[in-house]
Each structure stands twice: as structure tokens, then as C-alpha cells.
């Protein structure tokens, strides 16, 4: 085998040592070495330069053994360990560079021997960048854990997968573990497994979208919400989740009863509506526990009447509980006590029957039903909602008996007529009584009404407030929220009916100027669109004196109102008051088409309107309502059109209750 010649082994050293340049420069760490003898510095590639700073020149002439901060750092006392023991080390740099370069540098030492002499191998890595974020990190966890603190509800931080990184007080409390035994935990070991996988799932779906997730829960009896919160690193990659539960029971309970106050609003109306369709005895009792059954809240829903053995024999019945109430009927089982008594009982545990109990009927209530002053019956509910016969809702019930007991006088007033041979004149008086009950919806309507108008004025006044807020603001958002639940509540006010007549508002000290400037404000929102002007020539400046200031500015909002709405667009409306003798005298004058014959007939009819638009807000009893308050304190209400010119004109007449009113000096306009 030939052997390699002089020029041949000089070429093969010659690309070992270009190879080994390029390995070295191909390092992504700085890399040294130093002769452990001498302590200088033999070898440095290009990276340990930008590294540390200098020239290679400066570099290779340096002696680990004399820098200063290598001694400053611990490099020297770990270097020499290496040396010395041959086992490798991790050391960072304290402050600037050998070479003054500001910068944060880990080293691993190692030793290596070459040529029968050891040397020391450092490997440099500038980790100035990985300590900024991780700066950042914790400079951002501490204000997580600043939020957590100071949030009203439970709240904590954790990893995707359930690791508990920051917790506040009140979910300690709730787990029953101190805040630093909790963390560094799986959350998921303090639930109940089923609701720890319906956890994971919305936790999953947080991070994977980015977006905040919404659930809730029931556990013993609470209902919670739950919000995930991802919080995002670089490249958008989730790295937390925020956490934040609150106690919603409070919140649903009174939405699940205001619920209820509506089905059993509605069961009233459909009673009274059954009522006033008349017929029999049998045919009235149906007709009330259909309604009441037909709200469903109630499984179970009969009328008796008692027999000579004063037992209770049932006359109507509706509910899925019927076929056992007729069995115990049909054995004379049927027991009086709940109404043999002449006034309401209620049981809101499993106190009924046991037959009915078996059904999960486990509340009941009873009102008596009467007739010609006597109690011939009762009205009987069943539910099976433990406790749900509360005192709000039992005046509800109790007017259902009594509209039954009404329309059961009414039926026997008109049966003794036709016996007595006095049909037609008894016929009269009856019609009499039936609009006494028909004054029962009246009533409620004009409540709803009065209610829905200062609601109007709030939602015409948040209007204007939302116009402030622009789209980008946080909370804008709450725009949107309110808007619908003020919409939620105009709609509970036009099905909430009262059983009882509001008294007078009282007789207050009134000056008309301030009363006339402040329903100017009030409408000023209403006015802008159509570029309005409501004109106050004389504005009652000097007129004051006591009288019903809220029944003015009752009636006189309406009748604004309305002159806004028949107003055509940039037209003005005229608003003038005077004393006439004993009385208040206010005109409000429009330029609109003025009341048709036809609709002027009808016009102060309960129930006749000519809105069609759910927008207005109207009920139907705004000017017939109008008219029954001021009549009530001797008031009045008429109009005239102001043929030929376009127009309507309404007066308005309230009796001053003292001599006090003075005259009316003229004044300006309000747009």
C-alpha cells in the first residue's frame, strides 16, 4: 500500500483545520477556550464576539485568571472547579461583559484535553432577551393577581390544562384550602368529576378560539355563572385563562318570579274575560279553572260548593290531577276543611291529600267563593313547587275568587229577576254590574298606562345619553343591554294589572311656569327628529297656587305628546295657560290634520286608539284616562279643530283648590 506523500498530509491538515473553522463558526453559542496552564485564551469564534464585545485580537489575548468579571460573576471559582474535578457547570453573568458589553450571558464550562495539555471549554449564551420576558411574564402575573384580589367575585388564573397558577380569597373560601396550598393544583380536584369534564370542554373552547366563553351551573342549589377569559402570549398562544364565577341564584329567582307574576297576570285577564262572556254557574266555574290551569303554574285547579252535609262537591275541574279529584268526589271524600271557613288558606307543604300528593302536588291554596254575601264554596289551587303560594301571589288568586264570586251574584241577581217576572229591568242593572267589572280592567290599563308614561320619558332620555356614547367606548356594550331590558319592562307593564284603585295624587303648592319649562325638557328629545318648536307665549310665569300638580303633568304630557306626534315635520306646537275664574285653564295648540269627525266621536272611548305601532308605546286609555282623572278632582278635558287652518286645539281645565293663582305675564319658547 503506497504511503501518503508530505504535500498530501499538508493538504489533508490544511481541510481539517478549514473544516473545524466552519464547525466553529456554525455554532449558534460563543464559544472559548483557554489553555488551563497559562489561562489564555486559544480559540474564539465570531459568536462569542458579538456576545461579549471586542475584537478577536482583544479576546485571544486575554487571561481568564486576571478578568475581573469572571471573579465579580463566580465564572473563575466554577471554572476552576471544572478544571479541577472535570464535571460541568452553568454560571450567568451578574452585569456588563469582560469587554463592557451590557448584556446577560449563561456559560457551561466544561474541559477537554488536547496534546497531553487540559483545557477549559466555554460555551457563551446571550439570555438578556429570555430574562426580558421573563420579566415580563411575572410583571403580568402580578397584576392578574392585582385583578383577582380585587374582584368581587371568585376569580383565578390557570394553565389550559387546570393548573392553578393565582387564586383570590373568596375561592379559598369556597374550596376551604388556604390561597398558597391551591396553587400549582389541578382545579379539577375540586370538583365533582361530571362538572369538571363540562370545564374542560368550555376551557378547550376558550383557548381554541380566543374568545371569552360563557356557562352556568347548579351546584347545592346555586346557580353560578362562569367566565373564561383567554389570555393570549406571543403568537397568539394561549398561555393563562382567567376565571371569574358569580352568584346568579338572587337574579334568577326574581326573573323566574317575575315569570310567574306575568302567566299569573294573564290567568287573571282570561278569567275576567271567561266572566264577562257569562252563562251558567257550571260554565263560569270552568272558565276560571281553565284560565288558572292555562297560565301553567298549576297542575291542579277545581270549584265546590257545599252540600247539605257540608261537604264540598265539585262543580269544575282542569288539571292533569282531574281523574283523582273526581274519584274522591264521586266516594263523598272531598274534605271542607281548607274552605269552611269563611277566608283564605294556603299550605305550602305535603299537607294535602294523599291521593294528591302522589301526583307531586305538594302546595295548595283555597279562597273562598261567595255568593250573595254567604260562602257557598271555594276556589281550590294545587302546585307543585314547594312554597309557591307567597303573599303576592295569593292577592292575585284571591281576586280570581272574587271575580267568580262577582259574576255568581250577578247570575243569581239575574235569576230572581227573570223569576219575579222583572227580566228587562233587572237586565239593566246587571249590564250596570257587568261594567263594574269591566272598570276592573279599566283601572289596570290606566295604571299600565301612567306607569308606561314616565317609562317612555326614561327610555326617550337614554336615547339622547346613548347618542354620547361612541361605538369604541368599553361600555357601549351596555347600550344594547339596557335598551332590551327597558323594552323587557314596557312589555311586564302592559300584562301587570292591579286590584286596587290608586288614590289621588295630593294637593301640592304649583307654579305652571316651572311645570310647563319642565315637561319642555322632558320632550326636548322628542321635539329634535321633526325639528319642532313648542311655543310658550305666556309660559304661567305668575300662575301658582296649590292644586294636583302631578294630574297636570299627567294630562298634559299625554296631550303633548300626541300634539307632537299629529305635528308635521319643522311645525310648531302652542302651549298657553290663563285663570278663569276658579280654574286652570291650559291650551295646547298643534298645526297637524285635526280630528276627523268619525275619530272625534269615539275619541275619549276607553280602549279606541288609532296607534298601530308598537313603537308609541300606546295603550289605548290615554285621552279616555285622561278625561276620568280630571273629571275625578272636577276637571276637564275637550278640543276644537281649527278649521280652516290646519290643526287641533285641546283645553284643559283643573280647579284651583285656593285664591292664591295669580295672572300670566307673556314669556318666550322652548325648542
Not at 280 to 290: F, H, I, K, T
Not at 530 to 546: E, N, Y
Not at 563 to 578: D, K, L, N, V, Y
Not at 658 to 670: E, L, M, R, S, T
Request: with cysteine; aromatic share 6%.
Amino acid at each position: 500500500m503506497p504511503q501518503p506523500t508530505l504535500h498530501a498530509l499538508r493538504r489533508a491538515g490544511r481541510d481539517a483545520n478549514e473544516f473545524c473553522d466552519k464547525l466553529l463558526e456554525a455554532q449558534p453559542q460563543g464559544v472559548c477556550a483557554y489553555h488551563a496552564a497559562s489561562g489564555r485564551c486559544v480559540l474564539a469564534n465570531q459568536r462569542a464576539l458579538a456576545i461579549i464585545g471586542g475584537t478577536m485580537e482583544q479576546v485571544l489575548a486575554q487571561d481568564f485568571r486576571s478578568l475581573g468579571t469572571w471573579k465579580r460573576d463566580g465564572f473563575l471559582a466554577a471554572a476552576e472547579r471544572v478544571l479541577a474535578t472535570g464535571t460541568a457547570e452553568y454560571a450567568e453573568s451578574l452585569g456588563p461583559s469582560s469587554r463592557g458589553k451590557e448584556a446577560q450571558i449563561q456559560v457551561h464550562f466544561s474541559r477537554f484535553q488536547s496534546r497531553g495539555e487540559w483545557h477549559l471549554l466555554a460555551l457563551l449564551t446571550d439570555i438578556s432577551g429570555r430574562n426580558r420576558i421573563s420579566r415580563a411574564l411575572q410583571e403580568s402575573l402580578n397584576s392578574m393577581k392585582a385583578i383577582l384580589d380585587a374582584a368581587p367575585e371568585i376569580a383565578f388564573l390557570m394553565t389550559p390544562e387546570g393548573e392553578l397558577i393565582a387564586a383570590n380569597e373568596k375561592l379559598a373560601r369556597r374550596l376551604g384550602h388556604p390561597v398558597g396550598e391551591l396553587l400549582g393544583r389541578s382545579i379539577y380536584d375540586f370538583i365533582p368529576p361530571m362538572l369538571g369534564l363540562k370545564w374542560k370542554l368550555f376551557a378547550k373552547q376558550a383557548a381554541v378560539t380566543l374568545r371569552t366563553v360563557s356557562f352556568e351551573h347548579t351546584e347545592l342549589g346555586l346557580v353560578r355563572l362562569n367566565r373564561i377569559v383567554p389570555v393570549a402570549g406571543p403568537e397568539r398562544r394561549v398561555i393563562r385563562l382567567a376565571v371569574f364565577t358569580t352568584d346568579i341564584t338572587t337574579f334568577r329567582r326574581v326573573e323566574a318570579d317575575l315569570e310567574i307574576q306575568r302567566d299569573l297576570h294573564s290567568a287573571l285577564r282570561e278569567s275576567n274575560e271567561a266572566l264577562l262572556r257569562g252563562g251558567d254557574r257550571e260554565a263560569l266555574c270552568r272558565g276560571v279553572c281553565a284560565a288558572a290551569v292555562g297560565s301553567g303554574r298549576f297542575n291542579l285547579a277545581w270549584v265546590g260548593r257545599h252540600d247539605d252535609q257540608g261537604r264540598l262537591a265539585v262543580r269544575a275541574a282542569a288539571g292533569p290531577g282531574t281523574p283523582v279529584l273526581a274519584e274522591l268526589d264521586g266516594a263523598g271524600a272531598v274534605p271542607a276543611r281548607l274552605a269552611a271557613a269563611d277566608a283564605s288558606i294556603r299550605a305550602n307543604r305535603s299537607v294535602v291529600d294523599n291521593d294528591l300528593a302522589a301526583h307531586g302536588l305538594v302546595s295548595t291554596a283555597a279562597m273562598p267563593v261567595r255568593e250573595a254575601g254567604r260562602c257557598v264554596g271555594s276556589l281550590n289551587l294545587y302546585a307543585t313547587e314547594p312554597g309557591f303560594f307567597t303573599d303576592e301571589r295569593m292577592t292575585l288568586l284571591e281576586n280570581l275568587a272574587t271575580n267568580l264570586s262577582h259574576a255568581m251574584d250577578l247570575r243569581s241577581a239575574q235569576e230572581r229577576a227573570e223569576a219575579a217576572g222583572e227580566a228587562e229591568h233587572r237586565r239593566e242593572e246587571l249590564l250596570r254590574n257587568l261594567e263594574g267589572l269591566k272598570a276592573k280592567s279599566q283601572i289596570a290599563a290606566y295604571i299600565a298606562h301612567e306607569i308606561n308614561n314616565p317609562l317612555a320619558g326614561i327610555k326617550q332620555s337614554f336615547q339622547v345619553l346613548a347618542q354620547a356614547i361612541p361605538d369604541g367606548h368599553p361600555d357601549r356594550p351596555f347600550v344594547g343591554i339596557i335598551a332590551r331590558e327597558l323594552d323587557r319592562i314596557a312589555g311586564i307593564v302592559r300584562m301587570a294589572y292591579s286590584i286596587h284603585r290608586p288614590g289621588l295624587p295630593q294637593v301640592r303648592d304649583c307654579r305652571v311656569g316651572e311645570t310647563l319649562a319642565d315637561l319642555a325638557t322632558l320632550l326636548s328629545s322628542r321635539l329634535r327628529p321633526k325639528r319642532l318648536v313648542l311655543d310658550l307665549p305666556d309660559s304661567g310665569q305668575a300662575l301658582k297656587g296649590r292644586l294636583h300638580e302631578d294630574i297636570l303633568r299627567q294630562i298634559l304630557f299625554n296631550v303633548l305628546q300626541n300634539a307632537i306626534e299629529a305635528s308635521p315635520e319643522g311645525g310648531r306646537i302652542r302651549c298657553r295657560s290663563w285663570r278663569d275664574g276658579g280654574e286652570l285653564v291650559v291650551e295646547v295648540e298643534d298645526q297637524g290634520p285635526g280630528v276627523a269627525p268619525h275619530i272625534g266621536a269615539r275619541l275619549f272611548e276607553p280602549g279606541f286608539t288609532t296607534k298601530s305601532a308598537p313603537e308609541t308605546g300606546g295603550l289605548g286609555m290615554g285621552l279616555a284616562t285622561c278625561r276620568s282623572i280630571l273629571q275625578s278632582v272636577g276637571g276637564s278635558i275637550s278640543f276644537r279643530n281649527l278649521a280652516p287652518a290646519p290643526g287641533a286645539c285641546f283645553f284643559l281645565r283643573l280647579p284651583w283648590l285656593d285664591d292664591a293663582a295669580g295672572g300670566a305675564p307673556p314669556g318666550g319658547h322652548h325648542e
